[in-house]
C-alpha cells in the first residue's frame, strides 16, 4: 500500500510539473508582437522609379521633353509615429539624361549643331521626409501623402555626342567631369501614394550650373512614377 501510495504522489507531482511548463510556454507565445511590416512600428523596403524634367522657362528651354528621362532606384525606411503619421528616410541612385535640342540658335554647352546630343547626370542621395496617411488600414501602406528635402552628391557628369561623317563612319565623343556643373544638389520632394505605387515630384532649389559659367539652367522640376518593392 505505501509503495502504491508513493507512485500516485509522483505522478501527480509530474502531472502538475508539465501542465506549468506548457502554461508559460503559451503565455509566452501570445504576448510576441510583431512590430516590421507595411503599417507597423519599422518597415524598409525598395523601389524604383522613371522621371521626367519639366521645362518651366520655354524661352530658355534647351532640352527635348519626354525623350529626356531620369531612373532612380533606392531603400526607404518609415517609422510610424501613430496611425496617421509617419516618417521617413530614404538612401537612393539616381541618374538622367537631358537631350538637347539641335537647333540653329543652340547656346548649350556650345553652338556645334550634332545628330544627338545629351548630357548625363548620376547622383548619390539621400532624404528626410513627413507621410500623412489618408484612411483607415490594417498592416498595409494604404494611401498617403509625403512631404520632405532630398541631398544628393553628383559624381558622375558626362556630356555625350553622336555624329556620322561623310564615310558614313559613326563618331561618338564623351566627354566626363564637367567643371560647369556642381557637385551637390539639394530641393524639395512630395509624393502622393497608393499602396505600393506614387507620383513623384522633385524640385531643385540650387542650380545646378555654377554661376561662373553663365549656362542656361537645366529643368528644375522633375515628374515620375515609383514603385514600392514589397508585397501589400
Known sequence: ?????????VSISLGAYSQDILLQQNV???TVRPTRGPNLKNFIH??????????????VSFTRPVLS??????MRYKRKISNNLAIGLDLDFNTAAYKI?????????????????????????????????????????GNY??????????FQKKH???????????????????NYIDTFSYGLLARIGISRYSLTAR??????????????????????????????
Not at 525598395?46 to 524661352?59: A, L, R, S
Not at 501623402?145 to 553628383?154: P, T
Not at 549656362?215 to 514600392?228: F, T
Open 1 to 9: 500500500m505505501k509503495n502504491i501510495f508513493i507512485i500516485i504522489l
Open 28 to 30: 509566452k507565445a501570445d
Open 46 to 59: 525598395g523601389y524604383v522609379g522613371i522621371g521626367f524634367p519639366i521645362p518651366m522657362n520655354e524661352n
Open 69 to 74: 528621362a531620369g531612373f532612380n532606384m533606392g
Open 101 to 141: 535640342k539641335q537647333k540653329g540658335n543652340k547656346i548649350f554647352p556650345d553652338t556645334i549643331i550634332n545628330d544627338r546630343e545629351k548630357l548625363q547626370v548620376s547622383s548619390l542621395g539621400s532624404s528626410a521626409w513627413l507621410r500623412l496617411n489618408v484612411g483607415r488600414r490594417g498592416n498595409f501602406i
Open 145 to 154: 501623402l509625403d512631404l520632405g528635402g532630398y541631398g544628393s552628391w553628383n
Open 160 to 178: 555625350k555626342t553622336s555624329n556620322t561623317n561623310d564615310a558614313g563612319e559613326k563618331i561618338k565623343v564623351v566627354t566626363s567631369k564637367l
Open 203 to 232: 524640385y531643385r532649389l540650387i542650380d545646378i550650373f555654377k554661376a561662373s559659367y553663365a549656362m542656361p539652367e537645366l529643368p528644375r522640376l522633375i515628374v515620375g512614377l515609383e514603385v514600392g518593392l514589397f508585397k501589400n
